[in-house]
């Protein structure tokens, strides 16, 4: 029976599905700047593609923005999550049949750790495992996800996010009102960039305990050495809510429920403009141009 049970799990392990972080897949390839041209020289290059078929309008406004100097910082963003707080607020006050609490747009949840340690049979452990692993299997698609999940949140929140400076691609300037969702979400527990650097180090160091203990159970002899006198074994498992954290990440389309779909108006044109520069200009082309041709830099 224990045979089996084991022969089962390895069946749902390799069950696991790929990955998209974002639901957003823009099409076009970013230019290159030559970072000897001067300021000027990039300027008359870039506009000289406005019009054309060249570029979409999302790679000419994001490197329009860069020779400006435009780029949305931390501190850009930061001012975005505040702004859309008052705009719920604004919203909430004229609906009151919306003014419950609700995830990723208010702070509802106890902890943000993706982890919880249990004392179980080698059994149970199975059958626990077995559970997460096809719930996780219905967003991956990887033989073995873990790795995928440790990238998961080294990307997940707004210090990771590109910048003014360097050279990053038009389109990594790209998202939506989900991934501004996801983004605010771990804002409102994490706020500094120190201490989301530790909170990605221990959800990391939870994922490397769940491995190995997912592989002990693989490993008859290793099995057996942890079993205790009362014939349990303590492994570290997932959450609830960090369950529902990784499928978030996994398929951020999740995020919609009707009650967030109430409050989407709390993220304006201009919220997105400043936080998404590049999918901003592909929705609205018209007003993107329009602002290039009409705003200067300060």
């Not at 030559?34 to 290059?45: D, G, L």
């Not at 044109?269 to 609205?284: D, K, Q, S």
Request: aromatic share 14%; hydrophobic share 40%; with cysteine.
């Amino acid at each position: 029976m224990h045979k089996y049970l084991l022969s089962s799990f390895v069946s749902a392990l390799n069950k696991l599905s790929t990955y998209q972080f974002n639901n957003l897949q823009p099409a076009s390839n970013a230019i290159s700047l030559n970072r000897r041209n001067s300021q000027e020289q990039q300027q008359a290059m870039l506009f000289s593609e406005y019009g054309t078929e060249k570029q979409n309008m999302g790679v000419q406004f994001v490197n329009w923005l860069r020779i400006h100097k435009k780029l949305p910082s931390s501190r850009d963003r930061k001012r975005c999550f505040a702004d859309f707080k008052n705009n719920v607020e604004l919203i909430r006050d004229k609906k009151i049949e919306i003014d419950t609490n609700v995830r990723f747009i208010d702070k509802v949840d106890l902890s943000l750790d993706i982890s919880t340690i249990r004392s179980v049979t080698p059994e149970e452990a199975v059958d626990i495992y077995k559970r997460q692993m096809r719930f996780i299997s219905m967003y991956s698609k990887a033989a073995n996800p873990f790795q995928t999940l440790r990238d998961l949140f080294s990307k997940a929140s707004v210090f990771n996010r590109p910048t003014n400076y360097g050279y990053p691609m038009p389109e990594d300037f790209a998202g939506s009102f989900v991934n501004f969702l996801l983004d605010y979400y771990f804002d409102q527990y994490v706020s500094t960039e120190s201490d989301w650097n530790i909170y990605v180090m221990q959800q990391r160091m939870a994922l490397n305990e769940i491995e190995s203990d997912v592989f002990t159970l693989l490993n008859g002899e290793e099995l057996s050495k942890a079993i205790d006198e009362n014939g349990e074994i303590q492994i570290t498992i997932f959450s609830t809510t960090g369950m529902e954290i990784i499928a978030d990440l996994l398929r951020p389309v999740r995020v919609t429920t009707p009650q967030v779909e109430h409050l989407q108006a709390a993220f304006t044109n201009n919220i997105w403009r400043e936080y998404f520069p590049y999918t901003w200009a592909l929705v609205y082309p018209k007003l993107a141009q329009h602002y290039m041709q009409n705003t200067f830099n300060d």
